[in-house]
């Protein structure tokens, strides 16, 4: 079993910056990818960014290009999504998650392990 615990979601104005940090307990996370999901009220979870098990090759989803960054260091079993440039858009329960491969994908259905999420909200 893999325990995965987010952090560092909060409110922020619209333009502003948050962290998430995803924090892994138990079996391995370094041989599998990670990602970040989201769900908004009302709508189906949505794949936002993965990282390789390798963190050499990454997947975001489009509207999240140039505005977020995944990380992952393995050391201290953590996952990191930086958010800038942050939109209304972005409200969301984001979801922390590790795979069961070791590629950056973004199917939902290739995520074995799933944190209970942290609240992002931006204010317009």
């Known amino acids: 079993q893999v325990q995965l615990v987010e952090s560092g979601g909060g409110l922020v104005q619209a333009g502003g910056s948050l962290r998430l940090s995803c924090a892994a307990s138990?079996?391995?996370?370094?041989?599998?990818?990670m990602a970040w999901f989201r769900q908004a009220p009302g709508k189906e979870r949505e794949f936002v960014a993965a990282?390789?098990?390798?963190?050499?090759?990454?997947n975001y989803v489009d509207s999240v290009k140039g505005r977020f960054t995944i990380s992952r260091d393995d050391r201290k079993k953590m996952a990191y999504l930086q958010m800038s440039s942050l939109k209304a858009e972005d409200t969301a329960v984001y979801y922390c998650?590790?795979?069961?491969?070791?590629?950056?994908?973004?199917?939902?259905?290739?995520?074995?392990?799933w944190g209970q999420g942290t609240q992002v909200t931006v204010s317009s």
């Open positions: 998650a590790r795979s069961r491969v070791g590629s950056p994908s973004d199917n939902y259905f290739d995520y074995e392990y």
């Open positions: 990282v390789s098990w390798t963190g050499r090759a990454t």
């Open positions: 138990g079996r391995t996370i370094s041989t599998y990818a």
